[in-house]
Structures are given as structure tokens and as C-alpha cells.
């Protein structure tokens, strides 16, 4: 194991030689630790040639998407990180001198476990998994991806989170040197999120550090990102740098900005419309569906996750709380 973290998860907490995610020694890693052979399911979409590593490991995890995935050139050149830019290419063209090794995660706040750990010492002990999600953006396009990560509830859990966190808050890396969007002040930097704890708990909310059974590409968040599927991409902060357990609701890059147009839970939502354009259908991105024949589909209560996520929200006017 070649990254260790300024403090490591009492060895009570995790068995310290498990090692899965290493960018050159993983597969060594993960031999010396005898995990490998322990989740040999292999995931339904990997290919090789991208220059990213291969995630060994990784095991097919529940609610996938019966839809057909969108193409990995498709993931990985159409994006939103406003770090490196505000158009949709330019987080590919741009991130290439971002570093996403080496990594430390502040885990922080209103848990009996905290400190700075490295993202093997993070998320040791729990499976990766590959989970075929759909992804609908703000914006009203959307995708299918499939990524590889944690649920991280799994990963909370491990922290012991104290009956006074009541809320998750997530903050990306600060790095003007490598990202040149936050030169500019489109949006204050850095870029912060926020989950409710049972939000951030529940089993479809993914830590994210793959995409096609490889780690993520710069543009997509590398090295370790947020996925909700059922609430706006937004939510879904990249570069994570530190999760806090905390008491009070945290701010949220998009709702300091305009908070009349984006809410803190932003929960894909037909029925209610952005103040500026219909919420009610979706551009489905994709080489086979783009220009004239980009395909139009309605769009679903919580991204079509309602079965699995409408119980957090019983009793909340999701008119008021958008
Ligand atoms: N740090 C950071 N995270 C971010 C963003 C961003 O600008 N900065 N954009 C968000 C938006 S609006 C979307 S739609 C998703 C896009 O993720 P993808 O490019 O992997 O599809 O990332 C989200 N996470
Ligand atoms: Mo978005």
C-alpha cells in the first residue's frame, strides 16, 4: 500500500490491508490484501484503452437502469465543472494538468471518528460496485452511466456518525493553478453541496470513483465524486476534499448563486419548472440521438427512483422545498 493518510480509521474500525484503489499498484495492492478473487462478478459495461486505470473488483451492485448506457466518449466530453470552464467541452479540454493523485479527504464534524485519510483509508472495507444509473441534469439533458463506487452510507457508517448530524456537507478542492475556471468568479469557489443524513444515507447515494470500470476520467470528477441519481447533476459535487457531519443545513454552490432558481434538495421534478424552462421532459445526450434526431422523453418523478426515494420526502411541499 503506497499512500497512507495523515490518520488512519483505528484498526478496529477496518482491516488496514485492504487496498482496492491505488492508480499504479492497486492490483498488487489488492493481492497482498487477498481481496482479489473475493468479488470477481465482473461489471456489465468495462473497456480498456482509455488511459484511465482499471478498477479491479468491482461487483454488479442493485438498481441498474434497463436503459442502454450512454457511450463512454459521450460521459467523459460532455460535461458540467464549471472549474474548468462554463461549456460543455470545456472540462475535458482543460482538466488535463489537474492532479487527482495524490488525495485526502477531511472527514469532519459531529461523528466519533474524523481526521484526514487517503481514499484507500476512506473507503477500505467496503465493495466497489458498479451501479447503471440514470443522470438528469438541471438543464434538462440527461444520460445512463454506469459508475463504479460505494454506497456511502457504507462509508459514513464506519465514522459513527453522532445523533446530531442531521446533515452532510461536501466541499471540492480549492486549486486555481490547475482548474482555470476558478480564476473567474462564475460561481464562489469552492464549489460546497449538501445532503440531508438521510439523503446521504440512503442506498442508492454513490461515492464514485469510476466510470466504465475505470477510474474517473479529470472531467468527471476525479478522484472521488458524489452521484444521486434522483435529484438534479448539480448535487452531484466532483473532487471531494471534505465531508462534514454537522447539525444545521449547509450552504450549496447553486442556491448561494440563485436561490430562486435552485433549491437545496433539487429532486428531479416534472411538475415543478425551473422559473425559465419546462421541467417536464428531458434531452436524452447521445451520439446514436444528437442534432436532429436528439430524443425527447418525458421525464420522471425523482428521476424515476420515486419507489425508493418518495418516503424521505412524506409530508414536504416539494413546491416550497425544491
Ligand atoms: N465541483 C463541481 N461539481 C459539479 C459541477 C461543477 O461545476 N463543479 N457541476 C455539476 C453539474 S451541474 C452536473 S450536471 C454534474 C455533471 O457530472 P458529469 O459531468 O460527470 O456528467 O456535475 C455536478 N458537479
Ligand atoms: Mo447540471
Known sequence: MLIRGKRDIPSSEITPESAW??????????????????????????????????????????????????????????????????????????SGSFKPQPWTVRVEGEAEVTGEFDIEGLLSGVGLEERVYRMRCVEAW??????VGVPLGEVLKRFRPRSRAKYVAFQTVLRPDEMPGQRRRVLRWPY?????????????????????????????????????????????????????LQERQPPTSWNISAPQEYGFYANVNPEVDHPRWSQATERRIGSGFSGLFARRIPTQMFNGYADQVAHLYSGLDLRRNY
Do not use: C
Open 142 to 147: 440527461s444520460m445512463v452511466i454506469p459508475w
Open 192 to 244: 460546497v453541496e449538501g445532503l440531508t443524513i438521510e439523503e446521504a444515507t440512503h442506498p442508492l447515494t454513490l461515492l464514485a470513483v469510476g466510470v466504465y470500470g475505470v477510474t474517473l476520467p479529470n472531467q468527471n470528477g476525479a478522484p472521488l465524486r458524489l452521484v444521486v441519481p434522483w435529484k438534479y447533476g448539480f448535487k452531484g459535487i466532483k473532487s471531494i476534499v471534505s465531508i462534514r
Open 21 to 94: 484503489f491505488n492508480r499504479r499498484t492497486f492490483v498488487a495492492g489488492l493481492a497482498a490484501a487477498g481481496l482479489v478473487g473475493t468479488a470477481r462478478a465482473t461489471p456489465q459495461y468495462q473497456i480498456t484503452g482509455t488511459g484511465q486505470e482499471e478498477l479491479e473488483g468491482v461487483s454488479r451492485g442493485p438498481f441498474n437502469a434497463s436503459e442502454p448506457a450512454n457511450s463512454y466518449e459521450d460521459i467523459t466530453t460532455y460535461n458540467n465543472f464549471y472549474e474548468f470552464g462554463v461549456g460543455k467541452d470545456d472540462p475535458h479540454r482543460n
